[in-house]
């Protein structure tokens, strides 16, 4: 192999070619490990970091460069989610996972040819909805990473046991224990065009602030959860129950008039996107249940809104 170029030096080997043709995969990873775009592509550009700082030679003796890729950058995942826990205790208000626009599979899902048990299996469209993110966020560290790269990526548990520095047995159970959660968390998912026709309906209610309409299309339990960051306006704990949130809603409206609902699809499924004076402040992920609203995600922190803005 001749010595590797960076990436803007020119013409690429076709060996390093494949090497820079795993950004697309790797972002698409650690994205579902952290739940932050900002995040996810500072562990890839710290992984081709570690890669141009090894000698060729070094680089000769890796057998699998991708594999070596996808291992280093699941284990600065796995550092990054056990620091996580600690920053967050001092977040102001709640933590939701950064909403990403339109399709944002950022490749398909070719990774390891290992065979996993369908049953096992959670595609790529499933694991970038909002809901699924929120039940990634209550799972340890391991377990997190151990199911994102099974039973999401399909890598075999020897790959994972090298990342966690566990036994494949026990990243077996951390993967089992993973999944049991997504089971009693997780709604069972509604078709994309019966949500996006309940998300349609509240979006028009609200624009009429019509509070029976509104309470009529959420789950009497229905949850609102807005994330501020302490840099924006946000309510600090969740809003629970229907009347709780319609109102909000109503209220939200008589403060802002000027506001404008665009429909838009969020993390892979139909949501809702507010903008004031052309600029988004909020992006509004949903899920729901038959045809009632159970949870709404709000994220109004500037800084988890940069792909909206920038475009």
């Given at each position: 192999?001749?010595?590797?170029?960076?990436?803007?030096?020119?013409?690429?080997?076709?060996?390093?070619?494949?090497?820079?043709?795993?950004?697309?995969?790797?972002?698409?990873?650690?994205?579902?490990?952290?739940?932050?775009?900002?995040?996810?592509?500072?562990?890839?550009?710290?992984?081709?970091?570690?890669?141009?700082?090894?000698?060729?030679?070094?680089?000769?003796?890796?057998?699998?460069?991708?594999?070596?890729?996808?291992?280093?950058?699941?284990?600065?995942?796995?550092?990054?989610?056990?620091?996580?826990?600690?920053?967050?205790?001092?977040?102001?208000?709640?933590?939701?996972?950064?909403p990403v626009p339109d399709r944002t599979d950022w490749t398909d899902a070719g990774s390891a040819d290992a065979a996993v048990d369908p049953a096992d299996r959670v595609t790529l469209d499933?694991?970038?909805?909002?809901?699924?993110?929120?039940?990634?966020?209550?799972?340890?560290?391991?377990?997190?990473?151990?199911?994102?790269?099974?039973?999401?990526?399909?890598?075999?548990?020897?790959?994972?046991?090298?990342?966690?520095?566990?036994?494949?047995?026990?990243?077996?159970?951390?993967?089992?224990?993973?999944?049991?959660?997504?089971?009693?968390?997780?709604?069972?998912?509604?078709?994309?065009?019966?949500?996006?026709?309940?998300?349609?309906?509240?979006?028009?209610?609200?624009?009429?602030?019509?509070?029976?309409?509104l309470v009529g299309l959420l789950d009497p339990g229905a949850t609102l959860i807005a994330d501020g960051g302490g840099r924006v306006s946000a309510q600090l704990v969740p809003i629970e129950?229907?009347?709780?949130?319609?109102?909000?809603?109503?209220?939200?409206?008589?403060?802002?008039?000027?506001?404008?609902?665009?429909?838009?699809?969020?993390?892979?499924?139909?949501?809702?996107?507010?903008?004031?004076?052309?600029?988004?402040?909020?992006?509004?992920?949903?899920?729901?249940?038959?045809?009632?609203?159970?949870?709404?995600?709000?994220?109004?922190?500037?800084?988890?809104?940069?792909?909206?803005?920038?475009?």
């Amino acid at each position: 192999m001749s010595t590797p170029s960076g990436p803007d030096d020119g013409p690429l080997d076709p060996s390093l070619s494949a090497i820079m043709s795993e950004r697309r995969r790797l972002t698409n990873l650690a994205y579902r490990m952290l739940g932050s775009v900002a995040d996810a592509e500072d562990v890839v550009q710290e992984t081709y970091a570690r890669w141009y700082a090894m000698s060729p030679e070094e680089q000769e003796a890796i057998d699998t460069p991708v594999a070596w890729l996808t291992k280093v950058a699941s284990r600065i995942c796995l550092d990054q989610l056990r620091s996580a826990r600690v920053r967050r205790e001092s977040y102001v208000g709640e933590w939701i996972p950064e909403p990403v626009p339109d399709r944002t599979d950022w490749t398909d899902a070719g990774s390891a040819d290992a065979a996993v048990d369908p049953a096992d299996r959670v595609t790529l469209d499933e694991s970038l909805n909002m809901a699924f993110l929120v039940v990634l966020e209550s799972m340890t560290p391991a377990e997190r990473v151990a199911f994102i790269l099974h039973d999401v990526f399909r890598y075999p548990f020897a790959d994972v046991a090298e990342v966690v520095g566990r036994t494949p047995a026990a990243c077996r159970q951390l993967a089992s224990s993973a999944r049991r959660r997504i089971r009693d968390s997780h709604e069972p998912p509604t078709p994309t065009a019966q949500t996006a026709n309940v998300v349609r309906d509240f979006k028009q209610a609200w624009e009429a602030k019509d509070i029976g309409a509104l309470v009529g299309l959420l789950d009497p339990g229905a949850t609102l959860i807005a994330d501020g960051g302490g840099r924006v306006s946000a309510q600090l704990v969740p809003i629970e129950g229907a009347d709780q949130v319609a109102q909000l809603a109503i209220d939200i409206y008589g403060l802002a008039p000027d506001l404008a609902l665009l429909e838009q699809t969020v993390n892979g499924q139909p949501g809702l996107v507010v903008q004031q004076d052309g600029v988004t402040v909020t992006v509004m992920a949903f899920e729901v249940a038959g045809d009632r609203i159970t949870h709404i995600w709000a994220v109004r922190n500037p800084e988890k809104l940069r792909p909206w803005i920038t475009g």
